[in-house]
């Protein structure tokens, strides 16, 4: 195992040390999240032309269609998908065949050549993972919707890649803020590219409740119909949700519902008076307090609304897990938090899942098969090391390293900073697998990245607190930790920006990542006095920064240029 091991970090190494002596190797020095194992193979290249196919396993032609659906815009070739039972000596195969055992389920083996390109797993989530790399080892204009010139060229390699945790996550909060159909569409995609492969939506919040429930409808209608600042709010249709399942399943990603109990109930609670013990329904609350609504636990009738809403939204989920909050349930005595538990993780189990839940509800029960998720800003929590000795297996959130809403530095215009100011170094620089005293690497089910939406209100805020900092959390969950290293790692994040501008995502440009602004001669010096963090700026005053100009669009000082994308204070006017 040792010499495996040894093998697979300096076949990493050698490959991010890929000299550029030839612009085709490039693309192997840019992928994240890392591979276990990448050989470069030297002035082998194999070109895509209009005559390329897909050829895939029979199982597994929903890859090859994807995959089609990514190249054909930006190419203009055709790329016919059709089955195959061998290996075909062109073209791009997808086969269920001949991977090495190595990778398991989720992994998969890449093989470019000259003729072909060869893709093989053990399933097709695996194939799915593959097709992403190749993704990352085309230029970044075959992200582009329109058609663009070639060449499409992919460098010669031999890729063995399997993820270190199977469970790799990602949460939106569509109950602070309201996320239309298409945005968390557009999340999900986004998503995929880095291997993700969960997707929990957080459904339910003391500001809103965002999916239709039949047997208890002004759940949606009342308690859906505003969110944090007093906005419209919204919900989501059954079909809609259904549509959000299948689209991610589409995409090899399993959706995790979220309705948070016992607390953070206040949508619930104002929608129905009889919920609550006084009979009283409260008002609608739009503000971002926490920790002041509950469940009336010794009401009968609570546990039938909880039943009614688990089974309604369990039969439209065909993941294996129901997530049941849990969190900040402060206004809920320990007691009637442990009645509560009883009463609910059975209910969970009646409809087929298995519970997950925020860390703190695991004090209450010794089914190993729930899984507490672990969101604290500390190194030590006995509930949780009580929970992983008896054997449950943790998702690691710690709030101070993976939540994507904190802000970056004290000038973000969006996110909270309750946890911490968490910029990319911070969000990548922890070990899942050591980071909790007591949790060691064999009890960790996986790692997940949420995004709270306080601040949140549009789909590009989404990928302002998400990018770069998704790829960082991506990456500690998919690659070896004998792979990790800031240095290395901040080079191949910041050679995805010129993908992730083709793809119109509002990344946060990082003065940390040195980024990649798509080839041509580096910025010259600038003639424009440096930008000044505690300088008052108005309109027309250009300054530089980062090797670029900008021009202050309306008064401001303390806002960064470049990483104020939310209010557009400063112009970007190119590299000097």
Known sequence: ???????????????????????????????????????????????????TKIYTAPAARDVGTFLAGVLRPSTGYAFPVSDTSGTPSDGISLLL????????????????????????????????????????????????????????????????????????????????????????????????????????????????????????????????????????????????????????????????PEIDLPGHTNAALASYAELNCNGQAPALRTDIEVGYSSLCVGKELTYQFVDDVIREIAALTPGPYFHIGGDEAHS??????????????????????????????????????????????????AVVQAAAARGNKVIMSPANKAYLDMKYNSSTPLGLSWAGLIEVQTAYDWNPGTHLSGVPESAVHGVEAPLWSETIVTGQDIEFMAFPRLGAIAELAWSPWSTHNWDQFKVRLGNQGPRWTTMGINFYKSTQVPWDTGGGPGPGPCTQPAWERDKVYTGGNVVSHNGKKWTAGWWTRGEEPGTTGQWGVWRDGGVC
Do not use: C
């Open 332 to 381: 809920t005595p320990d007691a009637d938090y442990q009645t509560f538990m009883d009463r609910t993780l059975p209910i969970v189990k009646k409809y087929g899942k298995t519970a997950l839940g925020w860390h703190e509800f695991v004090k209450t029960t010794t089914d190993t098969a729930t899984i507490p998720q672990y969101w604290g800003t500390s190194t030590s929590n």
């Open 1 to 51: 195992m040792r010499t495996r091991v040894l093998a697979a970090v300096i076949a990493v190494t050698a490959a991010l040390s890929v000299s550029a002596q030839s612009q085709a190797a490039e693309p192997l020095q840019s992928l994240v999240p890392v591979p276990v194992s990448v050989q470069a193979r030297s002035g082998v290249t194999h070109t895509l032309t209009t005559a």
């Open 97 to 256: 065949s001949g991977a090495p055992g190595s990778v398991g389920q989720q992994g998969y083996q890449l093989d470019v050549a000259a003729n072909s390109i060869v893709l093989r797993a053990n399933t097709s989530e695996g194939l799915f993972a593959g097709v992403q790399t190749l993704r990352q080892l085309l230029p970044a204009k075959v992200e582009s919707t329109t058609a663009q010139a070639g060449p499409w060229t992919v460098p010669g390699a031999l890729v063995v890649d399997h993820p270190r945790f199977a469970h790799r996550g990602a949460m939106l909060d569509v109950a602070r803020h309201f996320h239309p159909v298409q945005t968390v569409k557009r999340y999900i995609d986004q998503l995929a590219l880095y291997k993700i492969n969960y997707f929990h939506l957080h459904l339910s919040d003391d500001q809103g409740w965002r999916i239709v429930i039949d047997s208890w409808p002004r759940l949606a209608t009342y308690g859906g119909s505003t969110q944090v600042g007093g906005g419209p709010g919204g919900y989501y249709t059954k079909a809609q949700y259904s549509e959000i399942v299948q689209y991610a399943a589409s995409r090899k990603i399993t959706v995790i």
